[in-house]
């Protein structure tokens, strides 16, 4: 499988971003224009998101793989850092475990190597998102107001909908919400039993947790340095789930310092 991605920089390590649920590559487009100059990134759009291909089922697994044989295709036997926010967080974490002559340094955001079902909030914006009926649809801002009930918040809202895109007079969702919705619990779940008897990953982490969030916090460290002994966790102030979008140059200053350390 061939994901979308879009890569830039021309000096410097190469550095892949992948997005969580419902995220696209270009999510992480304003960090990766603030590495341009020291690193070589590479915005990835995960399958049954974006324009990459849809699939039949969601596999951890399988995703982890999708993406090594696309980080192999653009670099070779070229070492990545690569940098997984929440749902794309437990993609790059099986990534190192299953190929760590892939991965130089890895950065996990505000996620662990667990099962993570207490977002629910998820069923509701898959199920809302799915009974929009686009034929009625004349406007993205009639699609923002038919989704207030299901988002209240403006930016989760927006974050949801950059997911609709006109095709000829109408409208479709990129996201595979049919496979998405059906396979929630393996999305928030972990493969424990897929990576039991794989040695830990013995390279670099950066750990990115947001203050406001309880997807990566203290209860998360055993489990995460179990697989990762190398963690080093920064609790970002100020920070909910969306780590990248709420505090970008507090994000961006930690991987600058990752990409240029010795």
């Known amino acids: 499988m061939r994901l979308h991605h879009t890569s830039t920089g021309e000096t410097g390590p190469r550095i892949a971003f992948c997005h969580g649920l419902f995220g696209q590559g270009r999510n992480w487009s304003q960090i990766a224009k603030g590495l341009e100059d020291v690193a070589r990134p590479t915005t990835f759009d995960l399958p049954d998101h974006g324009r990459s291909p849809w699939t039949e089922h969601f596999d951890y697994v399988d995703m982890a793989e999708v993406l090594a044989e696309n980080l192999t295709a653009i670099g070779g036997e070229e070492p990545w850092i690569v940098v997984g926010h929440s749902m794309g967080g437990k993609v790059v974490m099986l990534l190192a475990l299953l190929h760590p002559e892939i991965v130089d340094r890895l950065v996990v955001v505000d996620m662990a190597p667990v099962d993570s079902s207490g977002g629910s909030e998820f069923r509701g914006y898959i199920d809302g998102m799915a009974a929009l009926d686009l034929e009625r649809i004349g406007s993205r801002a009639e699609a923002d ?27 479709r969702w990129q996201a595979n919400l049919e496979v998405l919705g059906r396979d929630l619990d393996r999305i928030t779940g972990w493969p424990a039993e897929r990576v039991a008897g794989l040695a830990p990953f013995e390279g670099t982490v950066l ?10 916090d203290e209860a998360h460290e055993g489990a995460m340095r179990a697989l990762f002994p190398r963690t080093r966790r920064v609790v970002v102030k100020g920070a909910g789930h969306w780590v990248h979008s709420e505090k970008p140059d507090t994000t961006l200053a930690a991987l600058r310092a990752l990409v240029t350390a010795d």
């Open 207 to 216: 750990w990115l947790a947001g203050e406001r969030s309880a997807y990566a």
């Open 145 to 171: 107001a038919a989704m207030t009930p299901v988002a209240a918040d403006p930016g989760v809202r927006s974050f949801l909908l950059q997911n609709l895109r006109r095709e000829g007079t109408g409208w």
